[in-house]
Nanobody
Framework: QVQLVESGGGLVQAGGSLRLSCAASRSILSINTMGWYRQAPGKQRELVADITSGGSTNYADSVKGRFTISRDTAKNTVYLQMNSLKPEDTAAYYC????????????WGQGTQVTVSS
């Protein structure tokens, strides 16, 4: 089992930056993929960025060049650095972990709100 605790959300003006953190309860090197998703009111949850245990990263087109996913394996924490924020980035951001053993297990954090004012 994996517990995920997000932090770092808040209110920021357009053009500003925020860094989200997701602390995992086990070594993130043992987790196949960790990612950030977001959900705006009335919209489906969507992938923002993810990172595999091998360090490969993947980004949604809408955030490429503005957001960076990274990790600190010593702290078992994954980060999402968000720069040049836009009002359309406003959403609840969730951390997700996918653990593949005999079966595939998916875990979610509680979410953190990001609000970008124009």
């Amino acid at each position: 089992q994996v517990q995920l605790v997000e932090s770092g959300g808040g209110l920021v003006q357009a053009g500003g930056s925020l860094r989200l953190s997701c602390a995992a309860s086990r070594s993130i090197l043992s987790i196949n993929t960790m990612g950030w998703y977001r959900q705006a009111p009335g919209k489906q949850r969507e992938l923002v960025a993810d990172i595999t245990s091998g360090g490969s990263t993947n980004y949604a087109d809408s955030v490429k060049g503005r957001f960076t996913i990274s990790r600190d394996t010593a702290k078992n924490t994954v980060y999402l650095q968000m720069n040049s924020l836009k009002p359309e980035d406003t959403a609840a951001y969730y951390c997700k972990a996918v653990l593949v053993l005999v079966q595939r297990y998916t875990y979610w954090g509680q979410g953190t709100q990001v609000t970008v004012s124009s």
